[in-house]
Nanobody, 124 residues
């Protein structure tokens, strides 16, 4: 079992920055591929960023490419999402997720563990 706890969300003005953290506990964190997803009211959960278990590969959605950066610190069992140049359309609940087998997936159902989510609100 892996437990994930997100933090770092909040209210920020457009153009600002936030850094989300996701602390993991449980089994070997370094062997899991990780992803950040978000879900806005009335919309489906969507992929934002992902990092392969080996740490060697990352993927981003087109909407955040160049503005968001995913990183991980295996020694701290933590994955981060640095979000810059935030836009009102980035407003959503952000979730981190861990996948035990395989690389980065864009599909939520392919992840085994989820955090409870953290709200990010970007005002215009």
């Amino acid at each position: 079992q892996v437990q994930l706890v997100e933090s770092g969300g909040g209210l920020v003005q457009a153009g600002g920055s936030l850094r989300l953290s996701c602390a993991a506990s449980g089994r070997t964190f370094s062997s899991y591929s990780l992803g950040w997803f978000r879900q806005a009211p009335g919309k489906e959960r969507e992929f934002v960023a992902g990092m392969a278990w080996s740490g060697g590969g990352t993927r981003y959605s087109n909407s955040v490419q160049g503005r968001f950066t995913i990183s991980r610190d295996n020694a701290k069992n933590t994955v981060y999402l640095q979000m810059n140049i935030l836009k009102p359309e980035d407003t959503a609940v952000y979730y981190c997720a861990a996948r035990q087998y395989g690389g980065i997936s864009y599909t939520p159902r392919e992840y085994d563990y989820w955090g409870q989510g953290t709200q990010v609100t970007v005002s215009s």
